[in-house]
């Protein structure tokens, strides 16, 4: 779900996450037992998990975390899906993906049809557990619908700005496309776009149904997009209520309600990754440079995690 | 074949326009439904063979150019030319043209894809100013008559084939 950018490459991003953590009054001491480098959080069936540098188990909803055993080769982007509780699907330092049906241990290598490149964001279609995407810089979209195993091109990139813009996040969004299918959000360097899951083209978030309010003479609902040209390096959608969205941007974690139209800004925390409960929208982590942090909330307040 | 237009208006009336003058057009273009083959509809009404041969002239002058003469679409089409812009794709069911209603494949040709997405670039033209409904629709009637079953199945279950609207 999410791309986790080296530190000096985000120095905004880290002197947000210092500021954010001020505001939000996160303990000191608790922030610095937190070790640094978890690169994508996902929850899984039984609670939630940290990878990167590290790899790290919750078993309390992202308060507390506990270690397991890191692959051999760093994970630097990160899948899960409800229906396949202890299934995690990493993208490895280097590319190719990996899955374990364990929590982690073994990782299996797939990745076959992929080019050897980094992926940069993964995430499991909301409907198809056994179907994935991962962004690829430079290049693409590519889908598997074997859970990893093989993987075929299927789109460019956005094309933001008078530029093609490469996706750092990922998410699939369980909400009718009118196509047939639903929708797969990417949030890329140079902001957020949509794509239908049959593939025809990326194209801003709009409202629904808006030839037939064009044709009715309806207003259009208002917008509220996200601040224009910020990278999104982090995008979650919540299973248990599609249309609530959190992004991670340099200007802090914004918040939607109805699928991506109008935003606003929850706090300034600098996030890196985030991950959003099934089971609860409310109930949110997020990796925030050497931090891994937790909210009851909806991203509007953090505290910092305790590892044990 | 061509047609004179009076000056366009806005956006909104344009589009405003479409389903009425497809509906219209559909249920001309439809007249001769007896013995046609009754799997193929457009906008809900039959597509006769009479419609789905002269789709087939009309695809072969005005489409198959950019979307290829066996419908095959452009080379590497899921990737973007250099100018940004995407390239034809397919329209034989190995694209993604099925999973368009009807009322959006006729607001896409007529009017272009911007009228069904606000703002996308396409390098397909609006062939409002180039053919006529009844025409428009017997080219996406040729053309759906060659998708395979699966697909035109799976078309008419997307929302808004029912009633015609667009669904989106």
């Given at each position: 779900?999410?791309?986790?950018?080296?530190?000096?490459?985000?120095?905004?991003?880290?002197?947000?996450?210092?500021?954010?953590?001020?505001?939000?009054?996160?303990?000191?001491?608790?922030?610095?037992?937190?070790?640094?480098?978890?690169?994508?959080?996902?929850?899984?069936?039984?609670?939630?998990?940290?990878?990167?540098?590290?790899?790290?188990?919750?078993?309390?909803?992202?308060?507390?975390?506990?270690?397991?055993?890191?692959?051999?080769?760093?994970?630097?982007?990160?899948?899960?899906?409800?229906?396949?509780?202890?299934?995690?699907?990493?993208?490895?330092?280097?590319?190719?993906?990996?899955?374990?049906?364990?929590q982690g241990e073994p990782l299996v290598p797939g990745g076959r049809g992929l080019p050897a490149t980094e992926i940069a964001a993964l995430a499991t279609a909301a409907r198809l557990p056994d179907t994935l995407y991962a962004a690829i810089p430079g290049d693409g979209l590519w889908r598997s619908e074997d859970a990893g195993e093989n993987w075929e091109f299927v789109?460019?990139?956005?094309?933001?700005?008078?530029?093609?813009?490469?996706?750092?996040?990922?998410?699939?969004?369980?909400?009718?496309?009118g196509m047939g299918g639903i929708w797969l959000y990417g949030g890329s360097t140079a902001g957020l776009q949509r794509v239908p899951d049959c593939f025809c083209r990326w194209q801003d978030v709009q409202p629904e149904h808006a030839l037939d309010a064009l044709l009715e003479g309806a207003k259009a609902p208002d917008m509220v997009p996200l601040p224009a040209g910020e990278p999104v390096w982090a995008l979650v959608s919540s299973p248990a209520a599609p249309n609530r969205l959190w992004a991670a941007l340099p200007s802090g974690i914004w918040a939607s309600i109805d699928a991506g139209l109008i935003w606003s800004k929850a706090n300034s925390l600098g996030a890196a990754a985030l991950a959003s409960d099934p089971t609860n929208p409310d109930t949110l982590v997020a990796a925030a440079e050497g931090r891994l942090l937790h909210s009851r909330d909806a991203g509007l307040s953090w505290t910092a995690s305790t590892i044990l | 074949m061509s047609k004179t237009h009076p000056a366009k208006g806005s956006e909104e009336r344009k589009a405003a326009c479409l389903l009425a003058a497809a509906t219209l057009a559909v249920a001309s273009a439809s007249g001769a439904a007896a013995g046609s083959p009754a799997e193929v509809t457009f906008l809900g009404a039959p597509s006769s063979a009479e419609t789905i041969a002269a789709g087939e002239v009309l695809y072969a002058e005005h489409c198959a150019a950019c979307h290829g003469e066996n419908r095959e679409?452009?080379?590497?089409?899921?990737?973007?030319?250099?100018?940004?812009?995407?390239?034809?794709?397919?329209?034989?069911?190995?694209?993604?043209?099925?999973?368009h209603s009807d009322a959006h494949l006729f607001?896409?040709?007529?009017?272009?894809?911007?009228?069904?997405?606000?703002?996308?670039?396409?390098?397909?033209?609006?062939?409002?100013?180039?053919?006529?409904?009844?025409?428009?629709?017997?080219?996406?009637?040729?053309?759906?008559?060659?998708?395979?079953?699966?697909?035109?199945?799976?078309?008419?279950?997307?929302?808004?084939?029912?009633?015609?609207?667009?669904?989106?």
């Open positions: 779900m999410t791309y986790f950018k080296e530190l000096r490459l985000n120095r905004r991003a880290f002197m947000g996450g210092v500021m954010g953590a001020s505001i939000l009054g996160i303990t000191p001491a608790l922030g610095a037992a937190t070790p640094a480098g978890a690169h994508a959080v996902a929850f899984t069936g039984s609670g939630a998990v940290a990878v990167g540098d590290v790899f790290l188990i919750s078993e309390d909803g992202g308060a507390s975390w506990r270690q397991g055993t890191r692959p051999d080769r760093k994970p630097v982007a990160l899948t899960t899906h409800p229906e396949r509780p202890n299934r995690l699907i990493v993208a490895l330092e280097g590319g190719g993906v990996a899955v374990s049906y364990n789109m460019d990139r956005p094309f933001i700005a008078g530029e093609e813009r490469d996706v750092l996040s990922l998410a699939s969004v369980d909400l009718a496309s | 679409g452009q080379p590497d089409w899921r990737r973007r030319l250099d100018t940004g812009r995407m390239p034809a794709p397919p329209q034989d069911g190995s694209g993604h043209s099925f999973t607001a896409m040709t007529k009017s272009g894809i911007e009228a069904v997405v606000p703002g996308y670039e396409s390098d397909m033209p609006a062939f409002g100013d180039i053919l006529e409904d009844g025409e428009i629709i017997a080219i996406l009637s040729f053309v759906k008559a060659n998708w395979p079953e699966a697909k035109r199945i799976f078309q008419a279950g997307l929302p808004g084939m029912d009633t015609g609207m667009s669904g989106q």
